[in-house]
C-alpha cells in the first residue's frame, strides 16, 4: 500500500485520492432490536423497517439493517436483527420509529421488539411501544423486567412484545465516499465493494439502495421548491456543459453515505471503505462531497484515512 501526495491528489494503491474532506452533521439516532422465530421474519421486519428512509432531505428518517444478531445475544433468545434509525431531532426520531413499528415489525409474524441503547439515560429516551399499546384495544398488559418495561399487546399470533421507551445518542450523518470509474461497471464494482467493507463495521449504516447512491445531491436548486438538486460537477454526461469535477476518461460516479452513533464509527467506516475501493481496478479517482465547511461541524479528512 503507498500513499503519496501531490497537490491536490493523493495517492491510494496507485488510486488518486483528492486531499479534500467528507462534511457531515450531527443527527438523534437510536437502534431497535428486532427478533422473530426465525433469521428470516426478523430480517424481512427490519427491512420493512427501514423502507424509504434513504436521506432526511426528503424522508422522515434515514434507516438500514445494521446487522443480524444470533439469537444468544437477543433480550428474548430468538434470532434478531439490529436497525438503527436517525432523524433531525429527538421528537421527529420518536415519531418515524413508532410509525415505522407500528406498521411494520407489528405487522410482521412472530416478531418482537427491543431498546437496542438500554444504557441511555431515561431523558434521552422516546416513547415507541408506549405509544403502540393503544393497538391492544384495552388489552395490552405492561410488564416490567428491573428498570425496563414492556408492553404486550394482543395480536392473531399471540402476543407482540415491545420496549415501552427507546434509548437515542447524538450520532453523525453524511459521512461519504465518491468513487469515479472509468466505466459503469468499474465504478460499480468498487462501490459495491467498499460498501461491503464499510457495512461490516459497527455502529453504522449506509442508508442507500445497496448502500449505493447513483443521484449524489447537491444544496440547493434553479427551482425555489427543492432544497437539492443533481450533483452535476460529478454527472458525466454533462462535463462539456458545466464546471466539472471529474478527471479525463470517468464514466460513472457512486456515493457512499454512511450514518453512524459516533463520530468515530462514521470514521472507521469511511476508512475501511477508502481501502477496499483503492484495491479496485480502472479507478479515476476517489473523493468525498463537502460545502466548504457550511453544512456540518463533522469534518472527515481523506488524508487522514489513508
Not at 412484545?161 to 472509468?182: H, P, Q, S
Not at 459495491?192 to 463495521?201: E, G, L, N
Request: hydrophobic content about 40%; glycine content about 10%.
Amino acid at each position: 500500500m503507498s500513499a503519496s501526495a501531490s497537490a491536490d491528489l493523493l495517492s491510494l494503491n496507485g488510486v488518486p485520492v483528492a486531499d479534500t474532506f467528507a462534511e457531515a452533521f450531527p443527527i438523534v439516532g437510536t437502534r431497535a432490536i428486532i427478533t422473530a422465530v426465525s433469521a428470516e421474519w426478523a430480517r424481512t421486519a427490519a427491512i420493512e423497517m427501514a423502507g424509504h428512509a434513504t436521506s432526511v432531505i426528503a424522508c422522515d428518517a434515514e434507516a438500514a439493517l445494521e446487522r443480524e444478531i444470533p439469537a444468544d445475544d437477543t433480550p428474548d433468545g430468538r434470532p434478531g436483527a439490529s436497525v438503527l434509525v436517525f432523524a433531525f431531532s429527538r421528537d421527529k426520531l420518536a415519531a418515524a420509529v413508532a410509525g415505522r413499528v407500528g406498521q411494520c415489525v407489528l405487522t410482521c409474524p412472530t416478531t418482537a421488539c427491543f431498546n437496542g441503547l438500554p444504557d441511555t439515560p431515561r431523558d434521552k429516551r422516546i416513547p415507541v411501544g408506549g405509544r403502540l399499546r393503544y393497538f391492544g384495544d384495552g388489552f395490552q398488559i405492561s410488564k416490567r423486567l428491573g428498570e425496563r418495561r414492556f408492553w404486550r399487546i394482543p395480536v392473531m399470533d399471540g402476543e407482540f412484545v415491545c420496549e415501552d421507551r427507546f434509548g437515542t445518542v447524538k450520532g453523525v450523518a453524511g459521512g461519504n465516499l465518491l468513487i469515479c470509474g472509468r466505466t459503469q461497471s468499474a465504478a460499480l464494482a468498487a462501490a459495491v465493494t467498499a460498501a461491503r467493507a464499510m457495512r461490516a463495521c459497527p455502529d453504522v449504516i449506509l442508508p442507500f439502495p445497496g448502500g449505493i447512491v447513483r443521484s449524489g445531491s447537491k444544496v440547493g436548486s434553479k427551482y425555489k421548491a427543492l432544497n437539492a438538486s443533481t450533483n452535476h460537477a460529478f454527472c458525466p454526461t454533462l462535463r462539456s456543459r458545466t464546471d466539472s469535477a471529474l478527471p479525463e476518461g470517468t464514466g460513472a460516479v457512486y456515493e457512499i453515505v454512511v450514518d453512524g452513533l459516533s463520530s468515530e464509527s462514521v470514521s472507521h467506516a469511511m476508512r475501511g471503505g477508502l481501502h477496499a475501493a483503492a484495491a479496485c481496478e480502472h479507478l479515476t479517482l476517489i473523493t468525498a462531497g463537502n460545502y466548504g465547511g457550511r453544512l456540518g461541524p463533522h469534518h472527515f479528512y481523506l488524508r487522514e484515512l489513508l
